[in-house]
Structure formats: C-alpha cells, structure tokens
C-alpha cells in the first residue's frame, strides 16, 4: 500500500471494513510520505476509528493513540500548538482507556509522552516536562529489552531526559541521558533511520557536559566529534535540522583542534 503515482499524487487504500487497521496503516504511510492528503485522511480514519469503537476500549484506546501520533505530526508540519494540545488530549484519553492491557497502554503512554515533550518546547513548562519524563521512565522500566520497540522507548527517554537537563540545568539529568543514548544506539541495527537522531542527541549532550562542568575530556570530545560526524554523513539534505548539526560538527571540531595545538 502507499506510494506515489506519475503525476505525484499519493496511493492511498483504504478498507472501509477495517476502519481501525485502515487507520494504523494511514498512520505508516503518514511517516513515510509528506504529502498532506495522506495526513488529512489518516485523521478522518482515526477518528472514525476512535468512534467505531466508543464500546470498545481497547479498540477505542488503539485508535486514540494513532490520533495522537498523527495530531503530533500535524502539528510539526504547521498545525502548531492547537494540534499539540490535541495530540496529548487523544493520549491522555487513551492511556485510561488501555489500564488494563499492558502491552497497548505502555504504546499509549510513550504517544502521550512525546506529545508532551514537543508540547512543553512549544509552550514551556516545568510539570509538563517532568510528566513527560515520567512517562518515558514508565515506558522502558516495563517493556521487555527484547521488545522490537525498545530501541525506540529508549531514544525517547533520552531525548526527554536533554531536554529537561537543559530546562533544569540538571547535571545529573544530563548524564543520564547520555547513558540512555548509548543504551539506545547499542540496541539499534545499522542503517535504522533513528541512529541520525540518537547521534545528534549523543553528541549534543556530550557538548552541553563538557560547557556545563568546564571540563574537558578528550575522550568525550572525540566520542562527541564522531557521533556528529556521523549524524551528518547520515542526514539527509533535506532535514530541517541538518544546519544546526553542521553547527555543532564545527563546535565540536574547533574544539578538538584547539586542544591538539
């Protein structure tokens, strides 16, 4: 399913007997195709899903959940804070909805968390944060390492854990999102297309430790130099975050050869 026709425009199926499959994979093509019809209609789906299934809560749980990582998205590509709220309303709704199924209401709570972080860099606050990182605490400590997801929970707390070292000037926040990274890249097989964000987030913590303490480590300058180095061999010219890494690859190499004269 997915894909493109000749002229540009999106392959969309859908089966209207399936409306919350349907919806889950909309959710999919969403991630890999920018195109803004594909969004729009994954919205309809999940939202008809969410009420197809009022009866239901797990089902309802499933489909709120798809809405949330989808309000997110839309709200990244120009529905800003509306969206977000959104977003962290499905979530929330969701994780009550899926109490008593493990599996899917530790799937709601990492949705929910994320939208909370980008919630809390939109508008900022304190509780929000901290509810996000709880969240994301919550997700791996009951997820099995051996779950195809783990990676993925593990990059979240780590990124939730930098943001919130930075809101708290916390060092021992710091840290641990540097351990968590680690953890996370470990778990991840060459080429995932998450190892571009799990190295930007390395090599920025390891930058921000080194600016924080005033001390540097030639061993973290070079593990830093080589995670951004490699989040830019990586990335795409097209990704919005590419110039800000470039940035930090020069930081971080000015600095190395500072310390080598």
Known sequence: MG?????GKPVIRIDTSDILGTADRLRLQVAADGHPEILSIALQFARL???THRQNPSGRAFALS????LHRTHAARGGGVTALREAVGAGREACDLAASAPRLRERC???LATALLDLHCQEPSLAVLDEAVALSRQVVDTTDPDDVEYAGMLGNLANALLVASDARDDLALLDESIVVTRSAL???ASGD????MLSTSLASALWQRIVMTKSVSV???REAQAHAHAAVRHMPPSNPQRASVLQLAATIDQAVAMLQD
């Open 193 to 196: 297309d998450r190892i571009v």
């Open 109 to 111: 709570k990492s949705a």
């Open 186 to 188: 470990w778990e991840l």
């Open 219 to 221: 061993a973290a300058l």
């Open 66 to 69: 798809i809405l949330c990582v």
């Open 3 to 7: 894909g493109s026709t000749g002229e």
């Open 49 to 51: 899903a969410a009420e």
